[in-house]
């Protein structure tokens, strides 16, 4: 089957301006997911979608980050603007679904947006 | 919420011998635990995963075990192989969410 896609693979922009990042889950996968990784640590969960639903979005840095994920499908990540500290991968994962009772699909990364603000 | 402490930080091991990676977890919640392994400029990939009403698992080389007790679960690669060489993060799953809370990561490197 087909993983999960993501575009760009990489982006070079200044700091102020404005970036959008694109994923495509799994075909079938409810779940889905938006981390962000700074070099030299483990992934941070910034949101996640159940359907076009918003389950968690504790962490996402609201007055410049912004996520929507309209059809229940596709899902873009848009920072404006734009700052130094977030130079990171930006990786999208899916699962099947959250299960009732909190049991978790498996989830699946894409192979990341490499972000460098200048 | 969840905190998980991995360790080591960098693993330097000899082609054939066996890896160890320990990871602690605060959520007695938790229930479960999947072990990911990223090389350089790639995705993350699942390697093996164990949930919480489970002691240990194994595939192939590849063994985890988990005590709830104690709250830790720890990776173990036996006969490594050049191609180990990787990063590797643990995980834990809250109970209540869905979001995987990562370890820091072992830079596990296998030396020929």
């Known amino acids: 089957e087909a993983g999960v896609a993501q575009s760009p693979r990489y982006k070079i922009i200044e700091k102020r301006q404005s970036v959008a990042f694109w994923c495509n889950p799994i075909?079938?996968?409810?779940?889905l997911y938006w981390y962000q990784q700074i070099l030299g640590q483990g992934p941070k969960l910034l949101i996640q979608?159940?359907?076009?639903?918003?389950?968690?979005d504790s962490q996402l840095p609201k007055d410049r980050f912004s996520a929507e994920r309209l059809k229940g499908v596709d899902s873009t990540l848009k920072i404006q603007p734009a700052k130094l500290e977030d130079s990171a991968v930006y990786l999208c994962?899916?699962?099947?679904?959250?299960?009732?009772?909190?049991?978790?699909?498996?989830?699946?990364f894409g192979p990341g947006t490499r972000l460098l603000v200048l | 919420g969840e905190n998980v402490e991995q360790h080591p930080s960098t693993l330097s091991v000899q082609e054939g011998d066996s890896a160890v990676i320990k990871c602690t977890y605060s959520?007695?919640?938790?229930?479960?635990f999947p072990w990911y392994k990223q090389e350089l400029g790639k995705r993350p990939q699942l390697i093996i995963d164990?949930?919480?009403?489970?002691g240990e698992k194994k595939d192939q080389r590849i063994a985890v075990t988990l005590n709830k007790t104690a709250k830790h679960f720890s990776l173990h690669i036996t006969e490594t192989q050049p191609e180990d060489s990787a990063v590797y993060f643990c995980?834990?799953?809250?109970?209540?969410?869905?979001?995987?809370?990562f370890g820091q990561g072992t830079e596990l490197s296998v030396k020929p």
């Open positions: 994962a899916s699962s099947l679904a959250l299960l009732a009772g909190g049991r978790q699909e498996t989830q699946y």
């Open positions: 075909s079938g996968h409810a779940t």
């Open positions: 979608f159940q359907n076009n639903g918003v389950v968690d």
């Open positions: 959520d007695s919640a938790s229930n479960y």
């Open positions: 164990i949930r919480s009403n489970v």
């Open positions: 995980a834990a799953i809250p109970n209540q969410g869905g979001k995987l809370i």
